[in-house]
């Protein structure tokens, strides 16, 4: 007689719990996160709709800044409507295919919206050679570069969704997360997981800490650059508008990076505190980008107020 396969296939739904021990909570967290959704999804759509009307904006770095603007749209829109549904209306349950789904758009948008950065500061780097500018930075460089991006999210983070189908489920349909994360949803298998684990663990701690040591080295280039300008004033100025995009990838990098490690190091850490803080790099980035690489760049700004002054009268 053959042995019996006590695996179960994976379930039809997932529930997920939203963040541990403090449910009571829910709908007041909610609130801060659907105002930076808002906020991002106005700023972004704004950033796109200035930069397309706008012929002079046809320029390498706000294409960059309008491939940023879609990533951040995607990455956002991916998580949060989702995770308000959870908090305001207890909407708990989520399909396994959209649950796969989501977890493919959440990761390899992280993934583009980090090369987008690192391209970004490559970008800010030529133009600090005028001369060279023109010739550095052209349409066929551009679309290259964003080509390299999406093939790399494509090659490293296709695997995500294609390897949980095959794991079997049999523990239990709860997700202890406000979004079908990868590491959340392994953790349900009944087999034993430990390559998909490393495998995955590994992608994320390679290819995060490599953007942001290549993105570090070009604003090191940048300051460098800015600190060698003739004006005293203008030094200034552009070390502003330098450090004000260094704050926006911090926050992106650091919160990131603390969910990375915590599945790696610190199993010590409060459940409600990595989720939180997880959560963060899906609302705080997508609301900040549109304010300081948008407001803060003159032309979008003009713009913006030109047409609004139109409007008004």
Same mark, same amino acid.
């Given at each position: 007689?053959?042995?019996?396969?006590?695996?179960?296939?994976?379930?039809?739904?997932?529930?997920?719990?939203?963040?541990?021990?403090?449910?009571?909570?829910?709908?007041?967290?909610?609130?801060?996160?659907?105002?930076?959704?808002?906020?991002?999804?106005?700023?972004?759509?704004?950033?796109?709709?200035?930069?397309?009307?706008?012929?002079?904006?046809?320029?390498?770095?706000?294409?960059?800044?309008?491939?940023?603007?879609?990533?951040?749209?995607?990455?956002?829109?991916?998580?949060?409507?989702?995770?308000?549904?959870?908090?305001?209306?207890?909407?708990?349950?989520?399909?396994?295919?959209?649950?796969?789904?989501?977890?493919?758009?959440?990761?390899?948008?992280?993934?583009?919206?980090?090369?987008?950065?690192?391209?970004?500061?490559?970008?800010?780097?030529?133009?600090?050679?005028?001369?060279?500018?023109?010739?550095?930075?052209?349409?066929?460089?551009?679309?290259?570069?964003?080509?390299?991006?999406?093939?790399?999210?494509?090659?490293? #983070? %296709?695997?995500? =969704?294609? &390897?949980?189908?095959?794991?079997?489920?049999? /523990? *239990?349909?709860? +997700?202890?997360?406000?979004?079908?994360?990868?590491?959340?949803?392994?953790?349900?298998?009944?087999?034993?997981?430990?390559?998909?684990?490393?495998?995955?663990?590994?992608?994320?701690?390679?290819?995060?800490?490599?953007?942001?040591?290549?993105?570090?080295?070009?604003?090191?280039?940048?300051?460098?650059?800015?600190?060698?300008?003739?004006?005293?004033?203008?030094?200034?100025?552009?070390?502003?508008?330098?450090?004000?995009?260094?704050?926006?990838?911090?926050?992106?990098?650091?919160?990131?990076?603390?969910?990375?490690?915590?599945?790696?190091?610190?199993?010590?850490?409060?459940?409600?505190?990595?989720?939180?803080?997880?959560?963060?790099? #899906? %609302?705080?980035? =997508?609301? &900040?980008?549109?304010?300081?690489?948008?407001? /803060? *760049?003159?032309? +979008?700004?003009?713009?913006?107020?030109?047409?609004?002054?139109?409007?008004?009268?």
């Amino acid at each position: 007689m053959p042995p019996l396969n006590t695996s179960r296939p994976s379930p039809a739904t997932f529930l997920l719990m939203g963040i541990p021990g403090l449910e009571h909570l829910h709908v007041w967290i909610g609130i801060p996160f659907c105002s930076t959704y808002v906020v991002a999804q106005v700023g972004n759509v704004t950033i796109l709709a200035v930069v397309r009307a706008e012929r002079s904006l046809h320029e390498p770095m706000f294409f960059f800044l309008c491939m940023l603007s879609i990533t951040d749209l995607v990455l956002s829109t991916s998580t949060l409507p989702r995770m308000l549904c959870l908090f305001w209306l207890g909407a708990h349950d989520i399909a396994f295919d959209a649950c796969l789904t989501q977890m493919f758009f959440i990761h390899s948008f992280t993934a583009m919206e980090s090369g987008f950065f690192l391209a970004m500061a490559i970008g800010f780097v030529a133009i600090g050679h005028p001369l060279r500018h023109s010739t550095i930075l052209t349409h066929a460089c551009i679309t290259i570069m964003g080509i390299i991006v999406v093939i790399r999210w494509v090659a490293f #983070f %296709s695997p995500h =969704p294609i &390897l949980l189908k095959q794991l079997p489920c049999c /523990r *239990t349909r709860i +997700i202890a997360h406000t979004y079908c994360e990868f590491m959340a949803v392994v953790k349900l298998a009944c087999m034993d997981t430990g390559a998909t684990k490393s495998y995955i663990l590994s992608m994320a701690s390679v290819i995060g800490p490599c953007d942001a040591v290549l993105v570090a080295i070009s604003y090191a280039f940048i300051l460098r650059s800015e600190f060698r300008l003739p004006s005293q004033e203008a030094s200034f100025k552009a070390l502003g508008t330098c450090g004000s995009h260094v704050c926006v990838i911090l926050v992106f990098y650091s919160t990131a990076g603390f969910s990375i490690f915590t599945h790696r190091f610190g199993k010590h850490i409060p459940a409600h505190i990595h989720i939180f803080i997880a959560n963060m790099y #899906f %609302s705080v980035p =997508p609301f &900040l980008n549109p304010i300081m690489y948008g407001v /803060r *760049t003159k032309k +979008i700004r003009e713009h913006v107020l030109r047409t609004l002054m139109v409007k008004v009268v």
